[in-house]
Nanobody, 114 residues
C-alpha cells in the first residue's frame, strides 16, 4: 500500500522557480526518512537531497546547495522540493524515494531552457 506520486514538473526558464510535490500514502511521512533523486538523459540516477525523519539534518548534493529546499506537509502527507534559480543542467526526471520501504514514484519531468 506504500505509494509515491510526483507532480509539479514542467518547463521553466533559467533563473526561475518550480515546486515539485510527492504525494505519499501507506505510511507516516513525519517519521520516515525521504529522498529526492533525478536522472538526466544518458546519465545515472543522482541523489539530490536526503531528509531524516521529522525533516531534521537535510543533506543536499553540491550541485543544488543553496538553490533547492526540501519541506513536508505532514497533514496532507506531501513531500516538496522547491527549486530556485534553476539551471539548464537541472533538466531531468525527478523522483521521490522512501528508502525503508524501497518505494519510488513514477517521476516528473523538469525541463529548463531559454
Amino acid at each position: 500500500q506504500v505509494q509515491l506520486v510526483e507532480s509539479g514538473g514542467g518547463s521553466v526558464h533559467p533563473g526561475g522557480s518550480l515546486r515539485l510535490s510527492c504525494a505519499t500514502s501507506g505510511f507516516t511521512l513525519s517519521t520516515t526518512a525521504m529522498s529526492w533523486y533525478r536522472q538526466a538523459p544518458g546519465k545515472e540516477r543522482e541523489l539530490v537531497a536526503y531528509t531524516r525523519r521529522y525533516g531534521v539534518n537535510i543533506n543536499y548534493a553540491d550541485s543544488v546547495k543553496g538553490r533547492f529546499a526540501v519541506s513536508r506537509d505532514n497533514v496532507k502527507k506531501i513531500l516538496y522540493l522547491l527549486m530556485n534559480s534553476v539551471k539548464v543542467e537541472d533538466t531531468a526526471v525527478y523522483y521521490c524515494h522512501a528508502p525503508e520501504y524501497n518505494a519510488w514514484g513514477q517521476g516528473t519531468q523538469v525541463t529548463v531552457s531559454s
